[in-house]
């Protein structure tokens, strides 16, 4: 692994078919997206859940906001996701692995990620959307039990 590259891993209490759906559907990634502090509105989020397909979010907080655009370049329902976003080369995968018995884990792979974005900072706020993550799939799972 080179410098500019980026390595979260996460194991999920939620079938992959939900995580997945949570993050392709604009309504569940504005439950989540974006580190604490920030939020996502939905109609800030463009899916086009297709290889070329568009992929946009629109983060907003306190001290402003930012705009992420990207192009999907692997789409493998339930499976891999990745995108590229054109201006600054970053290149991300995620890979959903069923463990069984509910489990899912997702590995994020960024590449050519841009320096501030590797800063310690950069990372732990990436990894407080991962526990937003986590908490989302939490609440719906209870929602959906009896």
Do not use: N
């Not at 999920?12 to 939900?18: D, G, I, K």
């Not at 997945?20 to 989020?45: S, Y």
């Amino acid at each position: 692994m080179s410098a500019d590259e980026l390595v979260y891993r996460r194991l999920f209490r939620a079938p992959r078919e939900l995580v997945w759906r949570c993050l392709t559907e604009p309504a569940e990634l504005a439950r989540f997206w974006g580190p604490r502090g920030m939020a996502t509105p939905v109609d800030g989020i463009v899916v086009e859940l297709h290889v070329g397909g568009r992929f946009e979010t629109l983060m907003v907080g306190d001290h402003g906001s930012h705009r992420m655009t990207a192009t999907f370049t692997d789409v493998l329902p339930p499976e891999r996701l990745a995108w590229l976003e054109p201006a600054s080369g970053l290149h991300t995968t995620s890979t959903l692995t069923d463990l069984g018995d509910d489990g899912t884990e997702v590995v994020i792979h960024q590449r050519h990620v841009p320096e501030p974005m590797r800063s310690d900072q950069a990372r732990a706020g990436f990894l407080t959307s991962l526990d937003k993550l986590e908490e989302h799939l939490a609440r719906l799972i209870r929602e959906e039990r009896p």
